[in-house]
């Protein structure tokens, strides 16, 4: 199954429209399992009151959120 699918339960906090995570820890297990699946190096970093993904795919700086309940793309 993929990353994606998977359901996100973490707390979430809303920052300029956009869910991402509210701890750096989450985020940060959550970062591990989206390098394992893409084959990239993602950190993590504070957006805001939150905490995003944050990797380079396919040359693109990427970063990624929440949205209903699953990792989403949000740039």
């Known amino acids: 199954m993929t ?3 998977a359901s996100v ?12 995570f ?8 959550w970062s591990e399992k989206l390098a394992a699946e893409l084959g990239i190096d993602v950190s993590v970093q ?11 795919l396919d040359g693109e700086d990427c970063i ?4 209903g309940q699953r990792l989403k793309r949000i740039n």
Do not use: N
């Open 3 to 5: 990353i994606f699918a």
């Open 9 to 20: 339960f973490d707390a979430t906090v809303i920052f300029e429209g956009k869910e991402l």
């Open 22 to 29: 509210k701890g750096k820890g989450s985020a940060g297990l």
């Open 46 to 56: 504070k957006i805001g009151t939150g905490w995003a993904l944050c990797g380079v």
């Open 64 to 67: 990624w959120g929440i949205h």
